[in-house]
Structure formats: structure tokens, C-alpha cells
């Protein structure tokens, strides 16, 4: 029996609030020089990230309301649903191409990113079904049918866009998922060997991406292609130092270094902020990801108990890629940094998935 809490967790709510502020101020600064010089508006990514902002946490906030047990009923159809929007962005009359990668479909002013709606709904799913397998998820089978059938199937729809970033961050989330839903060690590391060899594969075959790989050992043998972001990013970070230059002084920020409002944000923010700034951001993801991980060992039911996991990892796994990415430590991946990037859908995902986090906290059996 689930005893219902009077509040959600406190600490979770304030440490994405936070988060939440600190990415506003930190996409208005990142992005004021590209919104004026593109669209003559230096305030063009603040008024779209305020709006988004705000039908996110109004999401947030009715998720909050309904019991998450709901989703369990409804995890089929949230699969099936993500995967028709997976399917439809490859449509050319349909799906939208951006630099070379068809990962988005036009709503009219806005798009959105199938791939941003996947992740939630295959946590959903495994969710779902890892509670109701049980002690199966120890036989091979019980594994494959269908868990990894699935994950296959999406991983394959989303790097046909091409996006080999989100299928890292999906597949890492579903393996923690399995790993908390008991499976056994020895299937864990075959299917880890097999996952390493893929994306090893992946990068491969693509001359794109070994050129990244390249780039990432020594970034500074091809400064003016593939080593040229990694190397701007560093330099935004170098030139930072303790305290920063001060909000809205970046330099790298005026065209050198690209997506800054988007994958480098983060760069910016410890050119501008300095390693204080830095440390009190990587922080509070580390106080995300505690919260997380605490609801979901209280929470009295293995569907809550994983769905909390899957969130977590998915959310805090994004983020450790992406400061990771711009602090030179991996090469680049195109994944943004949860709750301080400029994007719509990837915020209005991350505070649905952070307000059944606070639903299930309400059950929970200690704080």
C-alpha cells in the first residue's frame, strides 16, 4: 500500500528551480549577440525559452497532480506513439533537415524533436514492463523479449536521423534501468561489450564522426574543422578562471564559438562565471541526481522504484555527456545540457519527467 505524502520533495523542486533560472539568465547572455545579429532582437531565444518555460512547468505541475501509477496502464500507448513520431520525422515532406540531420517536425512557429519525446516514453515502457517481469529479467530471454528488442528498434530510428548522442544517452539510461531492475552481471557485461562495439562501429562508418574522434585525441591537429569547437570551448572555459569575467562579458560567445546558446552553453557559463559558477551548476545536478536516486530507493513499488531510476539516469546522464563534451573530456555529441540550453521540447520533456519525479516522491516511505 502506498502512503501519500503531503508535499513533494523539497529539495528536488528547489535544485531544478534553480537550475531552471540559472539557464534563462545563461541563454538570454549566450544568445543576445547571434538573436541581434540574425533577427535584430537580442532578446529573439529569451521571450521563446520564457515561453517554453512556462507551458513546461505548467506541465510539470499536472503531472505532479496525477498519479503516476496512470502511466503504467498507458506505457504501450506512450511506446507506440513515440515511435509513429520516430518513423515520421525520416518522412522528408514531414521531418525537417538541420545541418545535415532530419531531427526535427514543423508545428508552425515552433518544432519539435521526436527524439526528446522517445526517451520519456521508452522509460515509461521499460518501467512498465521491467516491473511486471520480475524475476525473468535474470533469464536471457526474459531480457531480449522485448526490452532489448525495443531499445534496438529505437536506437536504429534514431540514428538514421542521424543522432548517435541521444542513442548513447537512451541506451545508457535503459542499461542503469536494467541494472536496478536485477538482471543478471553476466548479461550486463555481454551487453555492454556489444553496446561499446556498435557505437565503436557507428563512428566507423561515418567519416564525420571518426573526424570527431580524431579531433577529440588532439583537437589542435584540425583547429579550423573538427577540433575547432572543442578548442573554442576550452578557451571559454581557460579564460574564465575563478570567478569568471563577468555575466554577459564572454568573448567566445561573439562568433567564435558555435551553438553556444544550445550544446556550449556550459562553456559559456564558466567563461562568464568563472569555477564557482561551474562548480555550483555541476552541484546541483549532483543534488538532482541524489534526490532522484533517494526517491526511487524509498518509493514502495518497483514501477515507481524504476520509473524514478530511468528519469534520473536519463537527466543526469545528459548532463555529465554534455559537460563532459565541452570540457574537452569526450568528443562532441550535439547533446544539450538539461534545464540551461535553449530548446522547447527538450525543456518541456525534461520538466515532465522532473514532475513525475515529485509525484512519485509523495509515496515515498522517508525523505
Known amino acids: 500500500m502506498r502512503l501519500k505524502k503531503r508535499s513533494p520533495d523539497f529539495l528536488l523542486f528547489l535544485t531544478t528551480m534553480l537550475l531552471l533560472v540559472i ?6 547572455s549566450a544568445s543576445a549577440v547571434v538573436a541581434e545579429q540574425k533577427f535584430g532582437n537580442a532578446y529573439y531565444f529569451l521571450k521563446l525559452q520564457l515561453g517554453w518555460a512556462a507551458i513546461s512547468l505548467f506541465a510539470m505541475v499536472m503531472v505532479m497532480m496525477i498519479d503516476y501509477y496512470r502511466i503504467k496502464k498507458l506505457a504501450w500507448s506512450f511506446l507506440i506513439m513515440g515511435l509513429v513520431f520516430l518513423v515520421a520525422v525520416l518522412i522528408p515532406d514531414i521531418g525537417k533537415e538541420i545541418k545535415g540531420a532530419q531531427r526535427w517536425i514543423d508545428l508552425g512557429p515552433i518544432s519539435f524533436s521526436p527524439a ?3 526517451k520519456l516514453c521508452m522509460v515509461f515502457f521499460m518501467a512498465a514492463s521491467l516491473s511486471q517481469t520480475g524475476e525473468k529479467i535474470k533469464t536471457l530471454r526474459g531480457l531480449i523479449f522485448p526490452h532489448l528488442g525495443i531499445l534496438g528498434l ?3 530510428l534514431v540514428l ?5 548522442g541521444t542513442a548513447v544517452v537512451l541506451g545508457g539510461t535503459i542499461y542503469l534501468m536494467l541494472i536496478a531492475a536485477g538482471a543478471r552481471w553476466a548479461h550486463l557485461f555481454g551487453l555492454a561489450v556489444t553496446g561499446v562495439i556498435g557505437v565503436i562501429a557507428i563512428i566507423i562508418s561515418e567519416p564525420y564522426r571518426m573526424r570527431r574522434l580524431t579531433a577529440f585525441w588532439d583537437p589542435w591537429q584540425s583547429p579550423l574543422d573538427a577540433g575547432f569547437q572543442t578548442i573554442q570551448s576550452l578557451y571559454a572555459l581557460g579564460s574564465g578562471g575563478l570567478f569568471g569575467l563577468g555575466l554577459g562579458r564572454s568573448r567566445q560567445k561573439m562568433f567564435y564559438l558555435p551553438e553556444q546558446h544550445t550544446d556550449f552553453i556550459f562553456s559559456i557559463l ?3 562565471l568563472g569555477y564557482l559558477g561551474v562548480l555550483v551548476v555541476i552541484l546541483l545536478f549532483f543534488l538532482f541526481i541524489w534526490r532522484g536516486l533517494r526517491i526511487a530507493v524509498t518509493c514502495p513499488d518497483a514501477f ?3 520509473l524514478a531510476v530511468g528519469i534520473t539516469c536519463m537527466i543526469g546522464f545528459q548532463a555529465i555527456i554534455n559537460i563532459a563534451v565541452a570540457s574537452g573530456s569526450m568528443p562532441v555529441t550535439g547533446i544539450t545540457l538539461p534545464f540551461l540550453s535553449y530548446g522547447g521540447s527538450s525543456l518541456l520533456f525534461t520538466l515532465l519527467g522532473v514532475g513525475i519525479l515529485l509525484n512519485i516522491s509523495k509515496f515515498s516511505t522517508s525523505r
Open 116 to 118: 526528446e519525446l522517445i
Open 304 to 306: 515507481g522504484s524504476l
Open 160 to 164: 538514421l536521423q542521424p543522432d548517435l
Open 270 to 272: 564558466g567563461e562568464e
Open 23 to 28: 539557464g534563462i539568465v545563461m541563454v538570454f
Open 154 to 156: 529505437v536506437v536504429v
